[in-house]
C-alpha cells in the first residue's frame, strides 16, 4: 500500500473522529462554514499523515490540533512571504519612513521574546516548513502563532 493509500485508509478509519472534531472547532469560530473546515481538514490530514505518532497522542487529539490550525490560518489568511529586494525597496522609501521603522524595530525588540524574534525572521526571510522544525524546533503552526501573539499585543500598545 502506498504512503498516500494509507494516509486516506487512515482518515476514512477515522471519519466519525474528523466529523465530529471539525464540527466542534468551527462553532469557535464563527462565520467558518464547517463543511469547508472538514474538507480543508482532511486534505491536511491526508497531507501530514507521514507526521503523526501514536506514541505521542490520540488520533482525536491530532485531529483536533490539525483543524485548530485549519480553522485559525483560515481566519488570518497566510504570512506573506518577504521576496523583496532590500537593497531597492530601502531606496525609495523616504528618511522619514525610515526613522519611524527604526523606531519601531525598537520597539518589536522591547516588547518581543526571543521566540518571536526569531519566528518573525524566519517569516520574512521565507524559511520553509522544514526549515522552521529544524531551526526553530517548533511547528509551522507554532511559529505562526509567535508571530500572531506579537502582532496583537503590539496593536494593543498602540
Known amino acids: 500500500m502506498t504512503a498516500l493509500a494509507s494516509a486516506w485508509a487512515w482518515v476514512l478509519h ?7 472534531i471539525t464540527a466542534r472547532v468551527a462553532r469557535g469560530f464563527r462565520g467558518l462554514d464547517p463543511d469547508d473546515l472538514r474538507s480543508a481538514v482532511v486534505l491536511r490530514l491526508v497531507e501530514k499523515h507521514d507526521r503523526f505518532d501514536p506514541a505521542r497522542g490520540s488520533p482525536a487529539s491530532w485531529i483536533y490540533w490539525t483543524a ?3 480553522a485559525t490560518s483560515t481566519r488570518r489568511g497566510a504570512i506573506p ?3 523583496l529586494d532590500v537593497e531597492t525597496m530601502c531606496e525609495s522609501i523616504p528618511i522619514d519612513a525610515r526613522i519611524d521603522a527604526r523606531r519601531t524595530l525598537a520597539r518589536v525588540q522591547r516588547e518581543a521574546n526571543a521566540g518571536q524574534i526569531a ?3 524566519s517569516v520574512a526571510e521565507g524559511w520553509s516548513g522544514d526549515e522552521v522544525r529544524d531551526r526553530l ?3 509551522l503552526a507554532t511559529r505562526n502563532a509567535r508571530v500572531y501573539r506579537l502582532r496583537d499585543r503590539l496593536r494593543r500598545l498602540g
Not at 14 to 20: G, I, K, L, N, T
Request: glycine share 6%; aromatic share 0%; charged share 40%.
Open 81 to 83: 512571504s518577504a521576496d
Open 137 to 139: 524546533g517548533c511547528s
Open 119 to 121: 519566528a518573525v525572521e
Open 14 to 20: 477515522h471519519r466519525a473522529d474528523v466529523e465530529r
Open 68 to 70: 485548530r490550525e485549519v
